[in-house]
């Protein structure tokens, strides 16, 4: 499923004296099979843009074409939308109700009006997909842990089988651990499932570690739209509206500063470990 966005507007409140404009003529494409991290300070429109794609938020103005159709054409299925664009709250509980881990997941296929086979079917593919095995599916999914819930959560919009996943800060609230193996999840829903990923996060190590490109959002406008290397090239911008590069980015910086002849591009810990061996190399070699 390709997505695009024409003039996108949003207001909440329109009218009242609450009135805030979160979203203002955002144009963007997001191509099918695409990973793309969306960034931005609190209050910058990224949650209000993403809740627009699988219409929970109906626009203030412009269009939202998926697959070359006005999603919110006269007519049109918001059930099946939803059921092709998954969205994944940032705190799970919020999306879990059902008295068992297997009950909750097989809740979308139900509204969907599959039969109790293909539901049971698609649950099973689904828990299987995110890591729980059989001992899962008859406990309270409000007894789990952090993680636990989230992949539970993941679970039950991947069992509607959607083109297009979105996650609003997945790895909210986890330990190290437990976001790493959400995030190693998530680039492997991508990876072998051919899933379009929109990820909604915080923190720029994780975005610069798995996306293919970044979209930042800033006062309800796109601010930048590039590659990883590219917008975290723009440390300053960036500064100025309270976000940063990751914090390898700044030691390579200072490394070039100090006299080291090391790229100040670098946004990954394993592109700085591979720049650091090379300069250390040549170093040797003379």
Request: charge should be negative; proline fraction near 3%; include cysteine.
């Amino acid at each position: 499923m390709n997505l695009r966005i024409e003039h996108l507007e949003y207001t909440y409140g329109a009218g009242t004296v609450f009135e805030k404009n979160a979203l203002k003529d955002v144009h963007l494409e997001i191509p099918e099979g695409q990973f793309v991290g969306v960034i931005g300070h609190t209050g910058s429109g990224k949650s209000t843009l993403m809740q627009h794609l699988n219409g929970l938020i109906r626009p203030t103005g412009g269009t939202i074409y998926a697959d070359e159709e006005d999603i919110f054409r006269e007519g049109s299925d918001m059930k099946k939308l939803r059921s092709r664009v998954g969205l994944v709250f940032q705190y799970p509980e919020h999306q879990l109700f059902e008295v068992s881990v297997l009950a909750d997941v097989q809740f979308g296929p139900k509204n969907l009006g599959l039969s109790q086979e293909e539901m049971l079917e698609r649950a099973v593919e689904a828990l299987n997909m995110v890591g729980l095995d059989k001992s899962f599916y008859d406990k309270s999914p409000f007894e789990l842990s952090g993680g636990q819930k989230r992949r539970v959560a993941i679970a039950g919009i991947l069992a509607m089988k959607p083109e297009v996943l979105i996650l609003d800060e997945p790895t909210a609230g986890l330990d190290p651990k437990g976001r790493d193996e959400i995030l190693d999840l998530v680039a492997q829903l991508h990876e072998k499932q051919h899933m379009t990923i929109l990820l909604v996060s915080h923190s720029m190590e994780d975005v610069a570690n798995y996306v293919d490109r970044i979209i930042v959002m800033n006062k309800g406008r796109v601010m930048l739209d590039d590659e990883p290397a590219r917008v975290f090239a723009h440390r300053k911008e960036l500064e100025e509206v309270g976000l940063a590069a990751p914090q390898v980015t700044y030691v390579c910086q200072q490394l070039k500063e100090d006299g080291w002849d090391i790229s100040d591009s670098v946004t990954t810990i394993a592109e700085a470990a591979d720049e650091i061996a090379r300069v250390l190399k040549t170093c040797s070699v003379e």
